[in-house]
């Protein structure tokens, strides 16, 4: 049986995402566009500006204070990572993906849902795993369709 293009398009994100500086999770996004060809990529790490990282070649639980926090809880606040998905619309032009999808291997945060939602995009795909049971997935979920953006879940 042929493989469904979300199938494949998650598999992708799920490529990029070993791309990923950050050592607690590695989470990729693939960003096609309406006639589901690819138009960017991102993944989770810290921003191309931040020379201690980039220049000491280090692992991100050598400089993020998130990393080594004894309860990191729900709040990336004090996480210096840029998240796949703002990643991955960064380095497009929104014209190319107006209308159409996100794949992500993770569900997003609140403040990534915002950035999606405001995107142009009408369907965001994310990958939930049991990895990702500690966390509120409901909440940028829920803020998703609350925007008229179709959120599909795949386990």
Not at 64 to 85: F, I, T, W
Not at 131 to 146: M, T, V
Request: aromatic share 8%.
């Amino acid at each position: 049986m042929r493989q469904s293009w979300d199938e494949t398009w998650m598999q992708m994100a799920e490529v990029i995402a070993r791309r990923s500086t950050c050592t607690n999770r590695k989470v990729g996004c693939i960003v096609v566009d309406k006639r589901n060809r690819p138009v960017s990529a991102g993944y989770n790490g810290a921003p191309s500006g931040y020379r201690r990282a980039i220049n000491d070649n280090l692992v991100c639980s050598q400089y993020c204070p998130r990393s080594n926090a004894s309860d990191r809880g729900l709040d990336y606040g004090n996480c210096v990572a840029v998240h796949a998905e703002m990643n991955a619309l960064m380095f497009a032009d929104r014209r190319d993906y107006f209308g159409g999808t996100i794949y992500v291997t993770s569900p997003c945060c609140y403040d990534c849902a915002k950035a999606v939602a405001n995107s142009g995009v009408k369907k965001v795909v994310v990958k939930l795993s049991e990895r990702d049971s500690h966390a509120d997935n409901e909440k940028g979920l829920a803020f998703l369709r609350e925007c008229g953006v179709q959120t599909e879940i795949i386990e």
